[in-house]
């Protein structure tokens, strides 16, 4: 493409939609039509430069041009308890169950692991010796000891908050990471697994395994299920890199990262009530059933929310991506 027969085929509408804005708050409804039809034509024009000749200064000019135009064409847009409440309804639990074929998945096979290295730790004294002394293990695995009092060492608030900062953060870590091709979502979840498993094993082999249950079921069955879905979301970002399907990678990177960020939010939330539920649950007086009751109610509670509401919005169309009027225009370029 000719940059300059170009430019000068096109500077008339340029100028016009730029004189159009700068007066828009006085236009006609004629006038209204032409800008918008401009807007249209001029993101078409930008489109064209960025793929078939790219000049930094004139792509400056058009980007800032067709930004003003789209802010004029959509209105600007504030966040509000309407969205708020789509959010929560429809974006969140639609961009869960759409990446349930992953989270799932990842949340079986993690079991499975931590199960096996409880097992191998549990059978196995020589590993025991290998992660900590003798009298070390006995005071981290009796009555009393360090894996019971852990729970109950700090202020309740002061604790559900940090837990619930460290677990926000290792998700928004898997999501944000996925797009590396998902191997450092592997390795977070390993050491997750790894941390699981030290802990079922050590308490297992001194006979106190139900002691254990009892203190991380009631919190981790919902802390669990959202790093599992942090994890499963991270590993399809990075699956995107790969094999984008039918979108442009570009494309395909953008729509998928969205509904990440989104989804770190949501879990954000939903890592919030696990937090609260070890820092005030797991340590109570109440008794263990009641705890692990609690526990199995928010779990099926998410899942819940996830499988009725996430997939009646998923079968209407949501994806857990921004609304269309938020997003960057993408626009056909003709041949």
């Given at each position: 493409?000719?940059?300059?027969?170009?430019?000068?085929?096109?500077?008339?509408?340029?100028?016009?939609?730029?004189?159009?804005?700068?007066?828009?708050?006085?236009?006609?409804?004629?006038?209204?039509?032409?800008?918008?039809?401009?807007?249209?034509?001029?993101?078409?024009?930008?489109?064209?430069?960025?793929?078939?000749?790219?000049?930094?200064?004139?792509?400056?000019?058009?980007?800032?041009?067709?930004?003003?135009?789209?802010?004029?064409?959509?209105?600007?847009?504030?966040?509000?308890?309407?969205?708020?409440?789509?959010?929560?309804?429809?974006?969140?639990p639609a961009a869960v169950y759409r990446s349930r074929h992953?989270?799932?998945?990842?949340?079986?096979?993690?079991?499975?692991?931590?199960?096996?290295?409880?097992?191998?730790?549990?059978?196995?004294?020589?590993?025991?010796?290998?992660?900590?002394?003798?009298?070390?293990?006995?005071?981290?695995?009796?009555?009393?000891?360090?894996?019971?009092?852990?729970?109950?060492?700090?202020?309740?608030?002061?604790?559900?908050?940090?837990?619930?900062?460290?677990?926000?953060?290792?998700?928004?870590?898997?999501?944000?990471?996925?797009?590396?091709?998902?191997?450092?979502?592997?390795?977070?979840?390993?050491?997750?697994?790894?941390?699981?498993?030290?802990?079922?094993?050590?308490?297992?082999?001194?006979?106190?395994?139900?002691?254990?249950?009892?203190?991380?079921?009631?919190?981790?069955?919902?802390?669990?299920?959202?790093?599992?879905?942090?994890?499963?979301?991270?590993?399809?970002?990075?699956?995107?890199?790969?094999?984008?399907?039918?979108?442009?990678?570009?494309?395909?990177?953008?729509?998928?990262?969205?509904?990440?960020?989104?989804?770190?939010?949501?879990?954000?939330?939903?890592?919030?009530?696990?937090?609260?539920?070890?820092?005030?649950?797991?340590?109570?007086?109440?008794?263990?059933?009641?705890?692990?009751?609690?526990?199995?109610?928010?779990?099926?509670?998410?899942?819940?929310?996830?499988?009725?509401?996430?997939g009646r919005a998923a079968r209407a169309g949501a994806t857990?991506?921004?609304?269309?009027?938020?997003?960057?225009?993408?626009?056909?370029?003709?041949?």
């Open positions: 493409m000719d940059l300059d027969v170009f430019v000068s085929a096109h500077r008339a509408e340029w100028d016009r939609l730029d004189a159009l804005l700068r007066r828009r708050r006085g236009l006609t409804g004629a006038e209204t039509d032409e800008l918008v039809t401009l807007y249209q034509r001029a993101a078409t024009h930008l489109s064209l430069i960025q793929s078939s000749a790219p000049d930094p200064q004139l792509t400056g000019r058009l980007t800032q041009l067709v930004a003003r135009a789209r802010s004029a064409v959509t209105g600007t847009r504030t966040a509000s308890w309407r969205d708020v409440t789509r959010f929560l309804t429809q974006g969140f992953w989270w799932v998945p990842t949340a079986l096979l993690s079991t499975a692991v931590a199960a096996l290295l409880g097992w191998w730790i549990g059978t196995h004294p020589e590993v025991q010796s290998a992660i900590a002394a003798p009298d070390e293990l006995r005071e981290l695995t009796r009555p009393g000891g360090l894996y019971e009092t852990y729970y109950s060492s700090h202020q309740a608030a002061a604790f559900a908050a940090q837990v619930w900062t460290n677990n926000a953060q290792a998700a928004a870590t898997c999501l944000v990471l996925g797009v590396f091709l998902g191997l450092p979502v592997l390795w977070i979840l390993f050491q997750n697994m790894l941390n699981l498993g030290i802990g079922a094993g050590l308490m297992s082999s001194a006979g106190r395994l139900d002691t254990f249950l009892g203190l991380v079921l009631p919190h981790g069955l919902l802390e669990l299920t959202a790093v599992f879905v942090a994890a499963g979301t991270g590993l399809r970002l990075g699956w995107t890199v790969i094999d984008p399907g039918p979108r442009t990678r570009r494309t395909a990177l953008a729509e998928e990262g969205r509904a990440a960020v989104g989804m770190a939010i949501g879990l954000a939330l939903v890592l919030f009530v696990s937090g609260a539920i070890e820092g005030f649950v797991t340590p109570s007086g109440l008794p263990t059933w009641a705890r692990i009751t609690i526990g199995i109610a928010a779990e099926l509670t998410f899942l819940a929310y996830v499988y009725v509401l996430g857990g991506d921004v609304e269309a009027a938020e997003r960057s225009a993408t626009v056909p370029t003709a041949a």
